[in-house]
């Protein structure tokens, strides 16, 4: 099979993976694609097939009109099919194209040909996705992290600023585009099929019942049918750090569905326990933290929003910063996450540390047990002090007799002997205590 390199544009023969030029990984080339070889809307000239994915596939073509090669994607016959998601692709494609920012793939032109394709010219970048980076590297380093995570920001302020939301935010549409001076920046794909500001009464739900976007990086609001918005995107960015710096996401799951379940339902472990030797400094962790809220009211609201606090920390991290001693949330929190000690190393014997700061919840849970092992044993102490004494007295009256002792009390009906529950409840309330 025939493989193509998207660096150098160069085609392959036989069994190679890597580029022996420039070491890219190589890619499929289909030169049978029932597209190869045609004209598309009587202005593209296509040449080869350069990936699929599940909106369509994606192609390397030269446009007429300018000179100049374009990456074109053709969406999938049975999406194009669908008249309503056709009409709606226009119109967002229309917008996207109005976006500018250098961090966004530039949509070049769109269309729809006769016979009903539907087609997007975006410009053609070398280099590879995230996503191949983070395969290669696994947590990556924190200001590899920051600066990509910061172009990322910049193209969605932009986006979020004319009322379009990505929501397929992720490693494989951020693009690490080689410069031809050397280095790399950041492009943001496909905004040509985001969706645009949904209309009132509008769901996240589209077609039959179908949640747009990708398990690993969805929101709980839209995993739960509710209308997204421009915070669902900082939800997805914030999960996409937490994958950078640690190497895995933060819910995984043998299905997608576990996996949907577990953004409503659970809590990730801290950044520090899954790699405590990346050393997070605490504002970053704070605000990995903060976007992935289940309550999008706690989240940065927008990119503009998530720009401004991300540099924010960045300075703070610079001024050198030092670990907070103190915290007070009743709940996880972004405070709660920045505490977290991020290794669980001992301290040298020789030289006395403070001990590390923890959570709030964890120090609450530990209090709790402490304090019910302290009331039992006192109880316990109790009883033995009565019994001792009890049998202290019938020892006495039974062996030295005590004149005008009056007869014993009857002893209580069995049903009223028992020990009301106190402040601490059952045994049940106690361990869900000690889950807090």
Not at 275 to 293: D, F, K
Not at 363 to 372: N, P
Request: glycine share 10%; proline share 9%.
């Amino acid at each position: 099979m025939r493989k193509l390199c998207p660096r150098c544009d160069r085609e392959f023969e036989g069994e190679v993976d890597r580029c022996p030029d420039d070491g890219g990984d190589l890619v499929p080339l289909r030169q049978n694609d029932e597209l190869v070889g045609r004209t598309i809307d009587g202005r593209f000239d296509v040449r080869k097939l350069l990936g699929r994915g599940g909106m369509g596939a994606v192609y390397l073509a030269h446009q007429r009109s300018v000179d100049r090669l374009v990456a074109l994607k053709v969406l999938r016959r049975d999406l194009r099919d669908d008249a309503s998601l056709a009409r709606r692709f226009i119109l967002e494609a229309r917008a996207a194209c109005r976006l500018e920012n250098p961090h966004t793939v530039l949509i070049h032109d769109f269309g729809k040909t006769e016979d009903g394709m539907l087609y997007l010219a975006m410009e053609f970048l070398r280099g590879g996705s995230l996503r191949d980076r983070m395969r290669k590297v696994g947590p990556m380093p924190v200001e590899d992290v920051l600066r990509i995570t910061e172009e990322v920001a910049e193209s969605l302020a932009e986006a979020h600023g004319h009322g379009i939301f990505h929501r397929d935010v992720k490693p494989e549409n951020v693009f690490l585009s080689e410069r031809r001076g050397g280095g790399e920046t950041v492009k943001v794909m496909d905004y040509g099929l985001a969706r645009a500001r949904p209309t009132p009464g509008e769901s996240a739900i589209t077609g039959a019942g179908v949640v747009m976007g990708t398990p690993a990086y969805m929101s709980p609001e839209v995993v739960t049918g509710q209308v997204a918005d421009a915070r669902a995107d900082v939800y997805a960015l914030g999960i996409m750090m937490y994958e950078m710096l640690t190497g895995i996401p933060p819910y995984q799951g043998a299905t997608p569905m576990q996996v949907l379940l577990q953004h409503v339902q659970a809590e990730p472990q801290f950044i520090g326990a899954v790699a405590p030797a990346a050393r997070v400094p605490p504002s970053i962790r704070a605000l990995v933290w903060q976007c992935i809220a289940k309550d999008r009211a706690a989240r940065p609201q927008d990119g503009a929003g998530f720009l401004a606090a991300l540099r924010d920390a960045r300075r703070r991290t610079d001024e050198g910063e030092p670990e907070p001693v103190a915290v007070a949330p009743a709940a996880i929190s972004a405070a709660a996450h920045a505490a977290a000690p991020e290794s669980p190393a001992p301290p040298p014997t020789d030289t006395p540390r403070t001990p590390p700061t923890e959570p709030y919840f964890a120090q609450r849970g530990r209090r709790s047990s402490a304090t019910a092992r302290l009331i039992l044993a006192g109880l316990a102490a109790l009883v033995v002090a009565i019994a001792a004494a009890a049998a202290a007295l019938l020892w006495s009256d039974s062996e030295e007799g005590i004149p005008g002792t009056p007869p014993p009390m009857p002893a209580p009906p069995a049903a009223a002997v028992g020990v009301t529950p106190g402040p601490m409840g059952t045994g049940a309330d106690a361990r869900g205590d000690d889950r807090m």
